[in-house]
């Protein structure tokens, strides 16, 4: 198998999936694309917009009239992206405690969901792209290249989402973050099942890099040196 031109990667909250998918990204020169931030930048706005997590209809014409820009960063703060919501930076809004407990549940109407997926379906089919999410391998991108379906346990996803909460100085115990993520991978079940061909990775006492080293591993060529075939990949349009 060449270098793929479109790369899906599914799986958990905190599973991984936007470390691995930034990394793969920069590795081939490709665009970076977390799906999962749209669904925050809605449920950001509803919440600021009172419109209540249960209404279809609402939500659905919100997801239609607002313009979420995800750019290269545009502040030296950690981020992999600035996220804008009509203009505002909302990059780290959309990963505050209030947008966690309900993000869940405005994701899961099949009108908002239809929306999401025709802005990402466009950004999908210009190619060189590694797209991150629930549902790319099997919804937005089904003809994608290479799909991974990244998998940890519960109590590895949880201990990740503990250090990146105190990070930003947002204390919780394990148990508790354990159990939102638990309530999460229910409530989100219904979309985040791997493709049929997909490969799972399950990255538990792995580190990044040795995720990216597999992955690239995936694709090697056997008549050419790797090396040689993610430059040419870069060097091509
Ligand atoms: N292989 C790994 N080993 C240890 N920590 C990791 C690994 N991959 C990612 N992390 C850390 O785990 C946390 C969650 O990672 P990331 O945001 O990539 O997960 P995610 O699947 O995209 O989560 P979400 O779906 O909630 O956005 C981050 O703090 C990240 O630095
Ligand atoms: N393609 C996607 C991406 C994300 N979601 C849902 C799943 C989560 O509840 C929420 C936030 O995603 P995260 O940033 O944690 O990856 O959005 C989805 O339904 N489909």
């Not at 694309?33 to 600021?48: E, K």
């Not at 929306?115 to 999908?124: C, K, S, T």
Request: negative net charge.
């Amino acid at each position: 198998m060449r270098i793929p031109r479109t790369i899906a990667i599914d799986g958990q909250s905190a599973a991984g999936k936007s470390t691995l998918g930034a990394l793969l990204a920069a590795e081939l020169g490709y665009l970076y694309f977390d799906t999962g931030v749209m669904y925050r930048a809605l449920a950001l706005a509803a919440l600021r917009a009172g419109i209540d997590p249960d209404d279809e209809a609402a939500l659905t014409a919100l997801a239609h009239r607002l313009t979420i820009d995800v750019t290269a960063p545009t502040v030296t703060d950690g981020r992999q992206y600035t996220v804008l919501i009509d203009g505002e930076d909302v990059t780290w809004a959309i990963r505050d405690p209030d947008v966690e407990r309900i993000v869940s549940r405005t994701a899961r109407f099949p009108a908002v969901r239809r929306e999401m997926i025709r802005q990402q379906q466009a950004i999908g089919r210009r190619g060189r792209v590694v797209m991150v999410g629930r549902d790319i391998g099997t919804v937005v991108m089904p003809d994608a290249d290479l799909k991974i379906y990244l998998q940890a346990s519960l109590t590895e996803r949880a201990r990740r989402r503990l250090a990146e909460l105190r990070s930003r100085n947002i204390e919780m115990s394990l148990e508790q973050v354990a159990a939102a993520l638990a309530e999460r991978d229910a409530l989100d079940a219904h979309v985040a099942q791997p493709a049929d061909d997909a490969i799972i990775l399950v990255n538990d006492g792995l580190t990044p890099a040795e995720e990216v080293a597999w992955v690239l591993q995936q694709f090697a060529n056997g008549d050419q040196p790797l090396a040689q075939e993610i430059n040419r990949c870069k060097s091509t349009p």
